[in-house]
């Protein structure tokens, strides 16, 4: 009989209990074919979370129609941002949880294992958890890495981690972060990372703020995603010294006939463009690292729009990924998350304590 739980590691008495982070996002498929792209497409459209419709009605939709045509289309997609390294998103990502635990090692704290996972593909949140676990993590902090709440992102990560708890025995504390839009080491660090490329290119006529689209109707039914887009914007103008004509707020990847949040920014860029408006940076603070999304639909599908309308110039001002001042921000805001688990001194010798006293007792070893 197939046991319910995923087996457990070996524990010995006294061993320290480390603390895990566990970076979280969105995923990709293992490559950019077809074949790889089909079963990414129904786990990630199978979501309720991100189609909120009864699945007797739009299951028939997706195996039917969607699946048959879209993975051809989306692979094509994928191999215009693909790396000889694999994915974008996931090398970020995967670099960002080495670089974390690295500059978390350099302030002291060696006892925190960093890891990451996809809601979506490899490697899963549930392979994550158990990973850190085998590592002796007896606390995690579940960390979505979008800045901005929305039922249909970090909720439904937080799902899958919560889902993956289930079929643990022996569970791990948990903690979760659940935003970080107006978070200041997050907004000095777009800020840091938005001058560093003007310091090098130039400043723009106009800066659009583009944040990922979700439908009109979540807003409507109180999901709090537009309005911590918003703070993050104003914020964000606030940190650069914008005026009120220097910046635009806009969404992007509608999908589907229903309204989604507004302005659009292929809409946008087009009405710019006609203006004939110079030069149009396009910054993605809704997104750490880089991924289709950005990579594609933003800089390559974006810039097309703005000069086919007549605009003269386009630039694409890359998501925070691994610099250096993210990498130090992250770690500034899982350490404000972790306060009451770092270990002390107290906490070495009371485990020593433990295990001479379980052994006495006949403790295995």
């Given at each position: 009989?197939?046991?319910?739980?995923?087996?457990?590691?070996?524990?010995?008495?006294?061993?320290?209990?480390?603390?895990?982070?566990?970076?979280?996002?969105?995923?990709?498929?293992?490559?950019?074919?077809?074949?790889?792209?089909?079963?990414?497409?129904?786990?990630?459209?199978?979501?309720?979370?991100?189609?909120?419709?009864?699945?007797?009605?739009?299951?028939?939709?997706?195996?039917?129609?969607?699946?048959?045509?879209?993975?051809?289309?989306?692979?094509?997609?994928?191999?215009?941002?693909?790396?000889?390294?694999?994915?974008?998103?996931?090398?970020?990502?995967?670099?960002?949880?080495?670089q974390l635990k690295g500059t978390l090692g350099e302030r002291g704290q060696r006892q925190i294992e960093v890891g990451y996972g996809m809601r979506y593909g490899n490697p899963s949140i549930e392979s994550a958890l158990m990973e850190l676990k085998h590592k002796g993590c007896e606390r995690i902090l579940l960390l979505p890495l979008y800045p901005q709440y929305a039922a249909s992102s970090t909720a439904s990560a937080l799902d899958a981690a919560y889902g993956a708890l289930q079929r643990i025995r022996h569970q791990p504390e948990i903690r979760v972060i659940k935003h970080f839009h107006d978070a200041p080491p997050y907004i000095n660090a777009l800020a840091a990372s938005i001058r560093e490329y003007w310091?090098?290119?130039?400043?723009?006529?106009?800066?659009?703020?583009?944040?990922?689209?979700?439908?009109?109707?979540?807003?409507?039914?109180?999901?709090?995603?537009?309005?911590?887009?918003?703070?993050?914007?104003?914020?964000?103008?606030?940190?650069?010294?914008?005026?009120?004509?220097?910046?635009?707020?806009?969404?992007?990847?509608?999908?589907?006939?229903?309204?989604?949040?507004?302005?659009?920014?292929?809409?946008?860029?087009?009405?710019?463009?006609?203006?004939?408006?110079?030069?149009?940076?396009?910054?993605?603070?809704?997104?750490?690292?880089?991924?289709?999304?950005?990579?594609?639909?933003?800089?390559?599908?974006?810039?097309?729009?703005?000069?086919?309308?007549?605009?003269?110039?386009?630039?694409?001002?890359?998501?925070?990924?691994?610099?250096?001042?993210?990498?130090?921000?992250?770690?500034?805001?899982?350490?404000?998350?972790?306060?009451?688990?770092?270990?002390?001194?107290?906490?070495?010798?009371?485990?020593?304590?433990?295990?001479?006293?379980?052994?006495?007792?006949?403790?295995?070893?």
């Amino acid at each position: 009989m197939r046991d319910h739980f995923l087996p457990e590691p070996s524990y010995q008495h006294g061993q320290p209990n480390k603390t895990g982070i566990l970076l979280i996002n969105l995923g990709t498929p293992d490559a950019p074919t077809k074949a790889a792209l089909k079963p990414y497409l129904r786990e990630f459209l199978s979501d309720p979370r991100i189609v909120e419709l009864p699945g007797w009605l739009w299951q028939p939709i997706l195996r039917g129609v969607i699946l048959q045509t879209r993975p051809a289309k989306s692979a094509a997609k994928y191999a215009q941002i693909w790396t000889r390294d694999g994915s974008p998103l996931k090398l970020h990502t995967e670099r960002l949880a080495k670089q974390l635990k690295g500059t978390l090692g350099e302030r002291g704290q060696r006892q925190i294992e960093v890891g990451y996972g996809m809601r979506y593909g490899n490697p899963s949140i549930e392979s994550a958890l158990m990973e850190l676990k085998h590592k002796g993590c007896e606390r995690i902090l579940l960390l979505p890495l979008y800045p901005q709440y929305a039922a249909s992102s970090t909720a439904s990560a937080l799902d899958a981690a919560y889902g993956a708890l289930q079929r643990i025995r022996h569970q791990p504390e948990i903690r979760v972060i659940k935003h970080f839009h107006d978070a200041p080491p997050y907004i000095n660090a777009l800020a840091a990372s938005i001058r560093e490329y003007w310091a090098q290119h130039g400043r723009p006529s106009k800066l659009l703020l583009s944040f990922h689209g979700t439908p009109k109707f979540a807003l409507d039914r109180g999901d709090p995603y537009h309005c911590e887009c918003l703070k993050t914007a104003r914020l964000l103008a606030e940190a650069l010294q914008l005026s009120k004509d220097q910046y635009d707020i806009c969404f992007q990847s509608r999908f589907g006939k229903a309204e989604w949040l507004q302005p659009y920014l292929s809409a946008t860029l087009d009405k710019l463009g006609k203006a004939a408006t110079r030069r149009v940076d396009v910054v993605c603070p809704g997104f750490v690292a880089d991924c289709l999304e950005t990579l594609e639909e933003v800089a390559m599908e974006g810039k097309a729009t703005f000069l086919a309308a007549g605009g003269k110039e386009f630039h694409y001002i890359p998501c925070l990924n691994t610099g250096a001042a993210w990498v130090d921000a992250l770690a500034d805001l899982v350490t404000d998350h972790l306060q009451g688990w770092l270990p002390s001194a107290h906490d070495d010798a009371s485990r020593a304590n433990s295990r001479q006293r379980a052994l006495e007792l006949g403790a295995h070893q």
